[in-house]
């Protein structure tokens, strides 16, 4: 695995990893990590993406995401969390290229019903097989 040279990280990572490193050597054996530094590595992680973020400060990878999902800040690569925008709308209709298609249904009995669409057509097609097989 890559490990990320120094000047690869930027500035708030690097100073992040500061407070990270001073913390781990003046801290008690088993102590956990202080809620200041994981709101730090939250706030990081929203900006850089958890990856870049976990192995620059040193931090559990599954651990950080854990906590960055109860915060519901999204995971971003770059850029902050809130520029993002909360929905988008996509057109349907450039979706689908008109073309055509054919559905065949078989029975036991060796009945076939065939069906030809072309264009857009959408049928029902669980009422239509239903109507097919359930015929007494």
Same mark, same amino acid.
């Given at each position: ?6 000047? /690869?990280?930027? !500035? ?15 801290? #008690? ?10 709101? =730090?590595?939250?706030?990081? #992680? ?10 620059? *400060?040193?931090?559990?990878?599954? $651990?950080?995401?854990?906590? *960055? $999902? ?5 995971? %971003? ?8 925008? #909360?929905? %988008? /709308? =996509? ?12 559905? /065949?249904?078989?029975? !036991? $009995?060796?009945?076939?019903?065939? %069906? ?5 057509? %959408?049928?029902? =097609?669980? #009422? ?9």
């Amino acid at each position: 695995m890559r490990r990320w040279k120094q000047q /690869e990280i930027s !500035a708030d990572l690097s100073r992040a990893a500061s407070r990270f490193a001073q913390w781990r050597q003046s801290r #008690a054996r088993g102590a956990r990590i202080p809620a200041s530094l994981w709101d =730090l590595a939250i706030k990081l #992680a929203g900006q850089h993406g958890l990856s870049r973020t976990a192995t620059a *400060l040193a931090l559990d990878y599954y $651990a950080l995401k854990k906590r *960055l $999902a109860a915060q519901s800040l999204p995971v %971003v690569g770059a850029g902050k969390p809130d520029s993002q925008p #909360a929905f %988008v /709308e =996509l057109a349907s209709s450039g979706w689908t290229a008109p073309g055509q298609c054919l559905i /065949e249904f078989a029975n !036991a $009995a060796g009945a076939t019903l065939r %069906v030809y669409l072309s264009g857009d057509q %959408v049928p029902d =097609l669980m #009422a239509l097989g239903r109507s097919f097989w359930d015929v007494r």
